[in-house]
């Protein structure tokens, strides 16, 4: 594993249980801002490293979950206390979307 995806890993290490992160958050974090696709690459071949990271806990910026593996995300962030409908976070324990679900505006 080289520096930069070691830097990638330990930020994704760190997240906890519940924790719902963006691809560009954890490139931050990392050091290298506006290197997102470059997170998502190191997830999809995390195969490969010596260390099982939780890729799940990470989500484009809009809280879409992985495109072909949405099932298996959206379990893996209930189990959690994730709230998931329609491919999105919609509210984590905590992280990003550890917001309140926004409430319907009422019409005059």
Known sequence: MNDVQR???DV???LGEGEVTTYG???EVAGYPK???FVGHVLAHSGELAVDV???RVVNSAGRLVPGHEA???QLLRAEGVSVAAGHVRNAPVGRFS???ATP???P
Do not use: F, K
């Open 7 to 9: 830097r990638i890993v």
């Open 12 to 14: 994704l290490l760190a």
């Open 25 to 27: 958050d954890v490139a």
């Open 35 to 37: 290197r997102a696709r």
């Open 54 to 56: 939780p890729w799940w």
């Open 72 to 74: 298996e995300q959206a």
């Open 99 to 101: 917001r309140p679900p």
């Open 105 to 107: 505006r009422r019409q």
